[in-house]
T-cell receptor
Framework: DTGVSQDPRHKITKRGQNVTFRCDPI?????LYWYRQTLGQGPEFLTY????????KSRLLSDRFSAERPKGSFSTLEIQRTEQGDSAMYLC????????????FGDGTRLSIL | AQSVTQPDIHITVSEGASLELRCNYS??????LFWYVQSPGQGLQLLLK??????LVQGIKGFEAEFKRSQSSFNLRKPSVHWSDAAEYFC?????????????FGSGTRLQVQP
């Protein structure tokens, strides 16, 4: 069990640039989730996939955000035209199918907008 | 909609002392409840979970939590704290029985351990 892997760990970019993050879930996990965590707060749900289907999206996921999981394995989260308020830790989690399966988190990608 | 309140932003305990971190949730049906721990710059590690059955659940690292439906609480406890337990602790609630998968987290409790 190699755990959930996220890349990069840190990203610094200028306001207005586009950024893309990658998440590789635990290999047998069908579900994949994205959360955002700002300083001093708990994670906030963004979206989740079951295999390649995006089944749930939060209102936090504005039209500048897009997430994909094209082959039901790894996922990418893209933020277009970044803003200062996008500075946060972006966490990925994965789980098995089933109502009572816990979500296992990666170490996150910390995004800093200059 | 579900919500989680962690009333204590910051707690300091002495090494070897007992610990209780409070968590209150709001959810109309039987909740799925979790405690996670986060070290600085790291992701979240699952400590324990409650779905149904025995209301006292055991987790990793010597932690336990008790689900009290009448008080809408799921407090985390440890009988003797170690310096390595210093971290941020998050309580979360899920509504898995509805088909929704999003977890709702509290704002966390930062634990400091004094030698």
């Amino acid at each position: 069990d190699t755990g959930v892997s996220q890349d990069p760990r840190h990203k610094i970019t200028k306001r207005g640039q586009n950024v893309t993050f990658r998440c590789d879930p635990i290999s047998e996990h069908n579900r994949l989730y994205w959360y955002r965590q700002t300083l001093g707060q708990g994670p906030e749900f963004l979206t989740y996939f079951q295999n390649e289907a995006q089944l749930e999206k939060s209102r936090l996921l504005s039209d500048r955000f897009s997430a994909e999981r094209p082959k039901g394995s790894f996922s990418t989260l893209e933020i277009q035209r970044t803003e200062q308020g996008d500075s946060a830790m972006y966490l990925c989690a994965s789980s098995l199918l089933g109502n009572n399966q816990p979500q296992h988190f990666g170490d996150g990608t910390r995004l800093s907008i200059l | 909609a579900q919500s989680v309140t962690q009333p204590d932003i910051h707690i300091t305990v002495s090494e070897g002392a007992s610990l209780e971190l409070r968590c209150n949730y709001s959810y109309g049906a039987t909740p799925y409840l979790f405690w996670y721990v986060q070290s600085p710059g790291q992701g979240l590690q699952l400590l324990l979970k409650y779905f149904s059955g025995d209301t006292l659940v055991q987790g990793i690292k010597g932690f336990e939590a008790e689900f009290k439906r009448s008080q809408s609480s799921f407090n985390l406890r440890k009988p003797s704290v170690h310096w390595s337990d210093a971290a941020e602790y998050f309580c979360a609630v899920g509504a898995g029985d509805t088909g929704r998968r999003a977890l709702t987290f509290g704002s966390g409790t930062r634990l400091q351990v004094q030698p």
